[in-house]
């Protein structure tokens, strides 16, 4: 699953940016390691009045399952979602946080998954 995150900056000390409509990059990381992103400028940042339907679709190019954010208006919220890119808006701060709080996320599932298939594998014998 790739994750987008809207933010201020280009490196994972920015902030998450309040407005998606206004984001300067998008940071792109891939959920299964959390561990490399890539940068990508945001073009509709300069060209006014373009609206979201830049932004979208530059999420769309790159396969993004998932956006975080500040705030969407309304109309970014429909156009992501007929895109099937789920949003997880009301995120304000530091990047890094975020993602430390994901990575931790993770283990705890992935525990959880292990210590659940453990009494399933002894069961068969």
């Given at each position: 699953m790739k994750i987008a995150i809207s933010s201020t900056g280009d490196n994972l000390f920015a902030r998450i940016e309040p407005r998606f409509e206004k984001t300067k990059h998008f940071l792109?990381?891939?959920?299964?390691s959390l561990k490399d992103f890539?940068?990508?400028p945001n073009p509709a940042v300069e060209e006014p009045g373009s609206g979201v339907t830049a932004e979208v679709n530059l999420l769309i190019e790159n396969r993004i399952d998932v956006l975080v954010t500040g705030?969407?208006?309304m109309a970014a919220k429909k156009q992501l979602e007929s895109a099937h890119i789920r949003i997880y808006d009301g995120y304000y701060g530091n990047i890094l946080p975020l993602l430390n709080n994901m990575k931790s996320y993770q283990k705890r599932i992935h525990s959880r998954q292990q210590a659940e298939e453990e009494p399933r594998i002894f069961?068969?014998?």
């Open positions: 792109i990381l891939d959920m299964s890539k940068s990508l705030k969407c208006t069961a068969q014998f």
